[in-house]
């Protein structure tokens, strides 16, 4: 009885562990390729098309500007 509950235990473990390994591979959805890996200790990507994964249809100094100004309080002076 206890070496089924043993057993149990570590396959539920098992599948736990590989369930959450795969997860930790995938990069953040708002982050290009290679944005953190490194020292990138809180996690915010580079301002500006290029820190994305995929890149947006269109792309102005208003949006720049906003993307720059992330995560600060204030929006930018352009609007």
Same mark, same amino acid.
């Given at each position: 009885?206890?070496?089924?509950?043993?057993?149990a235990?570590?396959a539920?473990? *098992?599948?736990?562990?590989?369930?959450?390994?795969?997860?930790? #591979?995938?990069?953040? +959805?708002?982050? =290009?390729?290679? @944005?953190?890996?490194?020292?990138?200790?809180?996690?915010?990507?580079? *301002?500006?098309?290029?820190?994305?994964?995929?890149?947006?249809? #269109?792309?102005?100094? +208003?949006?720049? =500007?906003?993307? @720059?100004?992330?995560?600060?309080?204030d929006?930018?002076?352009?609007?």
């Amino acid at each position: 009885m206890i070496f089924k509950l043993a057993a149990a235990g570590a396959a539920g473990y *098992a599948l736990y562990r590989y369930a959450t390994r795969q997860h930790e #591979r995938q990069p953040p +959805v708002a982050f =290009a390729a290679g @944005e953190t890996s490194g020292p990138n200790f809180s996690k915010v990507r580079n *301002a500006g098309p290029a820190g994305m994964r995929s890149d947006p249809p #269109r792309w102005d100094k +208003v949006d720049e =500007a906003s993307d @720059e100004s992330f995560p600060a309080s204030d929006p930018p002076s352009t609007y």
